[in-house]
């Protein structure tokens, strides 16, 4: 019964990311119009419905004692469907934009409903991939209550651990994420390079916001603190670096103030 369930949940999270976000639709491989007919589509209509089923499923097998393997598989299997999804060749069209929004969401509600149940145990084997997951998908970035959650829970985690500046760091040193203002991928067109440096932008600003959030918690802000200049040299490669240095910088020097005001 116990495999029968985690098959169920493994299927049902790959059903549903297979009709409702294919992957040649999130990474700009397919045709632009392919993405405007497929949110119109009725697959695309009942994500609401299945993405609910779906968070049901995995709380449900999450409350059966003993299920740490079956979890791990279907956690393994989302942080793939995940990271295969990232727009590597660019954000093409506003449809494909709305597609990316409604995946980040879908990962989101998923990976918060795994955590916010989560034994010590699963957030040692998978938090970084999770916060990896996150960052992939970053491209359909929206603020929502649930987000907040998960983040809180993985920095925490990673800051008990003393992982954070080695996960920060990691991503925005990723290869896959960290192309260069000179060398964007192997994009020829103008359009093309534009469109992968809005990607880098991307999730380059959504670790910076992770950042800057662990800035502002005095019991885990000494991390990060030493390494403000190397946070602020990647900001800087970004197209638009003013927002995210702004804010780390600003974090940095209210630490010193507060430090200084300690003395």
């Known amino acids: 019964h116990r495999r029968i369930a985690r098959m169920a949940v493994t299927a049902e999270v790959s059903s549903l990311f297979e009709a409702g976000f294919p992957?040649?639709?999130?990474?700009?491989?397919?045709?632009?119009?392919?993405?405007?007919?497929?949110?119109?589509?009725?697959?695309?209509?009942?994500?609401?419905?299945?993405?609910?089923?779906?968070?049901?499923?995995?709380?449900?097998?999450?409350?059966i004692q003993g299920q740490q393997?079956?979890?791990?598989?279907?956690?393994?299997?989302?942080?793939?469907?995940?990271?295969?999804?990232?727009?590597?060749?660019?954000?093409?069209?506003?449809?494909?934009?709305?597609?990316?929004?409604a995946l980040f969401m879908t990962v989101v509600l998923i990976e918060?409903?795994?955590f916010r149940q989560a034994s010590i145990d699963m957030f040692h084997d998978h938090a970084e991939r999770a916060a990896r997951s996150l960052v992939a998908v970053a491209c359909g970035a929206v603020s929502f209550g649930q987000l907040d959650d998960l983040v809180n829970l993985l920095l925490t985690y990673l800051a008990k651990q003393r992982r954070l500046l080695p996960v920060l760091s990691d991503l925005l040193l990723d290869e896959s994420i960290a192309c260069k203002k000179d060398q964007p991928y192997s994009i020829s067109t103008v359009a093309s390079?534009?469109?992968?440096?809005?990607?880098?932008?991307?999730h380059c600003a959504f670790v910076f916001g992770w950042v800057d959030r662990v800035l502002q918690m005095p019991?885990?802000?000494?991390?990060?603190?030493l390494s403000t200049p190397f946070f602020l040299e990647r900001a800087l490669e970004m197209q638009s670096p003013v927002v995210s240095a702004a804010r780390i910088l600003f974090s940095g020097l209210e630490i010193l103030r507060v430090s200084t005001a300690a003395c």
């Open 112 to 114: 918060e409903a795994v």
């Open 23 to 63: 992957e040649a639709l999130c990474t700009g491989d397919a045709e632009e119009t392919a993405a405007s007919r497929h949110l119109a589509s009725d697959a695309f209509l009942q994500l609401p419905a299945m993405t609910r089923r779906c968070v049901v499923s995995i709380c449900s097998l999450m409350s």
């Open 193 to 202: 390079r534009e469109s992968v440096r809005e990607v880098f932008d991307a």
């Open 69 to 101: 393997k079956d979890i791990d598989d279907m956690l393994t299997n989302l942080h793939t469907l995940s990271n295969n999804r990232t727009p590597r060749r660019g954000i093409r069209c506003s449809s494909q934009q709305m597609l990316l929004r």
């Open 219 to 225: 019991a885990y802000a000494s991390q990060l603190m």
